[in-house]
């Protein structure tokens, strides 16, 4: 009986600290996205700003902010290529 006890507490002390490192790491992964979020969006604002003299502009919108976070700054030269040769 004080065996099953012990073996029972192992086993949720162990599951607890499966489950605590695992939501750690949930939340380490949204704060990421969303540091990564915000610089996109601030490197499309100062593209937009620095490349209306030379007539390029990507909009700023769930799909554009959503590719450069994922993507980083390739994400951000695939919209300005999109963008120059399709016109979309």
């Known amino acids: 009986m004080v ?4 073996i029972f507490i ?4 162990a599951l607890g600290l499966v489950l605590t490192k695992g939501i750690k790491k949930t939340f380490s992964f949204i704060g990421n996205l969303i540091v990564k ?3 996109g969006v601030l490197l499309l ?3 937009n ?4 003299q030379k007539g390029i502009h990507v909009p700023i919108n769930e799909a554009t ?7 980083g700054i390739p994400g951000i030269i695939a919209l ?6 399709l016109g979309l």
């Open 80 to 85: 300005v290529v999109i963008q120059t040769y």
């Open 45 to 47: 604002y100062v593209l």
């Open 3 to 6: 065996q099953t006890t012990i």
């Open 65 to 71: 902010a959503s590719i450069s976070a994922l993507l």
């Open 37 to 39: 979020g915000i610089i």
């Open 10 to 13: 192992a086993i949720f002390i």
């Open 49 to 52: 700003v620095i490349g209306a």
